[in-house]
Nanobody, 121 residues
């Protein structure tokens, strides 16, 4: 019943900015953490940034200084502000969340469908 939906992807020129959003919906009791991953063509999925329930944030080296993750707990959303985008940032970006769903005593990892980001001239 839990779903994650990303939005905000698109085409942007190098040096430009995009803001990705992800909303979690369904039977949710609590969200422990939310994060962003990405997968470029021909490459494995890699971690980008995360935001835990205690407001602790973590960034991949490739994202430090350029990307900012933020979370609105009341709305069950997480955003990724991406600045100074490079062609190497081109990938499908996935939202991930560790969620305690209704009717369960354990938390599970959920994934969104992904949103495409293309950085090109």
């Amino acid at each position: 019943q839990v779903q994650l939906v990303e939005s905000g992807g698109g085409l942007v020129q190098p040096g430009g900015s995009l803001r990705l959003s992800c909303v979690a919906s369904g039977s949710i009791v609590s969200i422990k953490s939310m994060a962003w991953y990405r997968q470029a063509p021909g490459k494995q999925r890699e971690f980008v940034a995360s935001h835990s329930s205690d407001d602790y944030t973590t960034y991949a080296d490739s994202a430090k200084g350029r990307f900012t993750i933020s979370r609105d707990s009341a709305k069950n959303t997480v955003d990724l502000q991406m600045n100074s985008l490079k062609p190497d940032d081109t990938a499908v970006y996935y939202c991930q969340a560790n969620i305690l769903p209704g009717g369960s005593a354990y938390e599970f990892d959920y994934w969104g469908q992904g949103t495409q980001v293309r950085v090109s001239s």
